[in-house]
């Protein structure tokens, strides 16, 4: 009932030797021969595991076009080893054999193969598989299989926050909550753990960082808004934008560099990004942010999404957290738009709440009038049904500025026509 066409032109397909019956040989075992059982299959060794290719992971394409992201047996083993040590920091948080993980992510994005699939072979956690995420399946699957971890991106936790009868399921069950993929929105976080009484983590790396980079300690001190510290083997520096080769010190503002043993091994047939992105020796993120004096890492936003207002840098996800304040916001993604007089300014999608009242930009502004500056302030908004999605479930701003880009487009060649 999930497939997009009908069964009726898989069939066929299935019946090709080549796809019924894969290659047979010493590199690939069939998954009816595994699950049957009978003699153990030996994993056939790997001659360099640190410069050997296990995946091809292509990047999201969010802020251009995806590229393949190399990543070795070594930065796999390490991004698992580096989640499996921090979880162990709590002892009733991880247990070995005996935990369950909610898998609506997808697992062909590298969030959910190391945080799920990685992480539920190597401590024989029992992984509890969803098509996709679905609100009520998920909430259904915590509550009667006493799910213990769940791993989403901030519209799962936002979705279950604004249910309006969650209130009458028992999630007590969870352990431990982790989102990542996009940023938190502390209003999110702090209502979901007031809600179900579980922490909620939030973590940040990369397809080209195996995925973990830093992550907010299970136990211990923790800064709402940070995406935590760096994991165990990793380093996080922060450079000027403006010069990749200069290190900045703590608290100062600039794009966030790592290096450590998940980072990947370059881009596929791309040296010229590769060499990019690794300027220095150490690896560039794209991402803003800086690093307090106890080594939290905060992220202020995308390099590529930073809107230029009037002279001043102004970061979206600032005006996200803002706006998320507002009692009526469900989800809300800010762009840059082209402002006359600003040079750039700022624009609000937002998605309500079920039952909750429309309201116009004069009365957005008036809300944010003491959370935000007058150069941070939204020029424009609109409210809409629902908001453009990655196919993990995170926000994606890429449809919305093409939409505003056509629009533009359209204007000129009315006035010129």
């Known amino acids: 009932e999930m497939l997009p066409w009908p069964k009726s032109w898989l069939f066929p397909l299935a019946r090709r030797a080549d796809i019924a019956r894969p290659p047979r040989d010493d590199r690939h075992v069939a998954w009816r021969d595994l699950v049957a059982g009978g003699e153990p299959i030996e994993p056939v060794p790997v001659e360099d595991p640190l410069d050997t290719v296990a995946v091809l992971q292509y990047t999201g394409g969010t802020t251009g076009v995806p590229?393949?992201?190399?990543?070795?047996?070594?930065?796999?083993?390490?991004?698992?080893k580096q989640i499996e040590l921090w979880l162990s920091g709590d002892p009733v948080v991880a247990v070995p054999g005996e935990e369950r993980i909610l898998a609506v992510l997808p697992l062909f994005h590298i969030f959910a193969l190391t945080a799920i699939m990685l992480t539920s072979i190597g401590s024989g956690a029992e992984a509890v598989l969803h098509p996709r995420f679905d609100l009520r399946a998920a909430i259904k699957d915590i509550e009667d299989k006493k799910i213990t971890f769940f791993p989403g991106v901030p519209t799962m936790y936002a979705a279950i926050?604004?249910?309006?009868?969650?209130?009458?399921?028992?999630?007590?069950?969870?352990?431990?909550?982790?989102?990542?993929?996009?940023?938190?929105?502390?209003?999110?976080?702090?209502?979901?753990?007031?809600?179900?009484?579980?922490?909620?983590?939030?973590?940040?790396?990369?397809?080209?960082?195996?995925?973990?980079?830093?992550?907010?300690?299970?136990?211990g001190k923790r800064k709402i808004g940070a995406a935590g510290i760096p994991v165990p083997?990793?380093?996080?520096?922060?450079?000027?934008?403006?010069?990749?080769?200069?290190?900045?010190?703590?608290?100062?503002?600039g794009e966030i560099c790592?290096?450590?043993?998940?980072?990947?091994?370059?881009?596929?047939?791309?040296?010229?990004?590769?060499?990019?992105?690794?300027?220095?020796?150490?690896?560039?993120?794209?991402?803003?942010?800086?690093?307090?004096?106890?080594?939290?890492?905060?992220?202020?936003?995308?390099?590529?999404?930073?809107?230029?207002?009037g002279g001043f840098n102004v970061y979206p996800r600032t005006i996200e957290d803002a706006i998320y304040q507002h009692p009526s916001v469900a989800e809300v993604t800010v762009i840059g738009i082209p402002d006359a007089y600003r040079g750039q300014s700022a624009k609000a999608f937002i998605k309500l709440r079920d039952g909750a009242k429309p309201f116009d930009i004069d009365e957005l502004r008036?809300?944010?009038?003491?959370?935000?500056?007058?150069?941070?302030?939204?020029?424009?908004?609109?409210?809409?049904?629902?908001?453009?999605?990655?196919?993990?479930?995170?926000?994606?701003?890429?449809?919305?500025?093409?939409?505003?880009?056509?629009k533009r487009v359209a204007a000129t060649s009315a006035r010129t026509a």
């Open 258 to 309: 790592i290096r450590g043993p998940q980072v990947m091994k370059g881009y596929w047939h791309n040296p010229e990004a590769t060499a990019e992105a690794f300027a220095g020796g150490r690896f560039h993120t794209g991402d803003i942010g800086y690093m307090d004096e106890d080594g939290f890492v905060f992220i202020v936003d995308r390099k590529k999404d930073m809107i230029l207002s």
């Open 366 to 406: 008036a809300f944010l009038a003491d959370k935000l500056g007058r150069h941070e302030l939204p020029t424009e908004m609109e409210i809409r049904a629902s908001l453009p999605k990655t196919p993990i479930g995170k926000l994606s701003k890429k449809e919305l500025v093409a939409e505003e880009a056509a």
């Open 233 to 253: 083997g990793c380093t996080i520096e922060i450079v000027d934008v403006d010069d990749p080769l200069k290190v900045l010190g703590l608290t100062e503002r």
């Open 67 to 80: 590229k393949g992201a190399m990543l070795t047996h070594a930065n796999l083993w390490a991004a698992q």
């Open 161 to 219: 926050i604004n249910t309006p009868d969650i209130t009458r399921h028992n999630l007590s069950s969870l352990k431990y909550c982790a989102s990542g993929g996009a940023p938190l929105p502390v209003e999110i976080q702090q209502k979901f753990e007031a809600m179900t009484g579980c922490k909620l983590g939030e973590g940040w790396g990369m397809t080209e960082t195996s995925a973990p980079g830093c992550s907010t300690p299970v136990i």
